[in-house]
């Protein structure tokens, strides 16, 4: 049974930063695409990032490019969202999410485990 838990949410002001964490257990991830997906109020869930586990290959959505890096550790089993230059419009519920395959995806329905998400908000 995959597990994912998320944490490492909070409270920010415009400009901080979090990190956010993915634990991963129930499986080998060696051909998993691990991605982080945030949901705002009355929006719908969005890709952020992705990153294959095995090679490190990473993808962003354009509105986070610069400002976050995601990356693994494969000893803890452990996927990251460092974001840094938190803007208001960040504010969501962050998911990871992961799905097995060696390619890249980008839409919530292609994914096959959930996390149960951790909020992020940033104040101006």
């Known amino acids: 049974q995959v597990q994912l838990v998320e944490s490492g949410g909070g409270l920010v002001q415009a400009g901080g930063s979090l990190r956010l964490s993915c634990a991963a257990s129930?499986?080998?991830?060696?051909?998993?695409?691990m991605g982080w997906f945030r949901q705002a109020p009355g929006k719908e869930r969005e890709f952020v990032a992705a990153i294959r586990w095995t090679g490190g290959s990473t993808l962003y959505t354009d509105s986070v490019k610069g400002r976050c890096t995601i990356s693994r550790d494969n000893r803890k089993n452990t996927v990251y969202l460092q974001m840094n230059r938190l803007k208001p419009e960040d504010t969501a519920v962050y998911y990871c999410?992961?799905?097995?395959?060696?390619?890249?995806?980008?839409?919530?329905?292609?994914?096959?485990?959930w996390g149960q998400g951790t909020q992020v908000t940033v104040s101006s």
């Open positions: 129930g499986r080998t991830f060696n051909n998993y695409l």
């Open positions: 999410a992961a799905k097995s395959s060696s390619g890249f995806y980008i839409r919530t329905k292609e994914y096959d485990y």
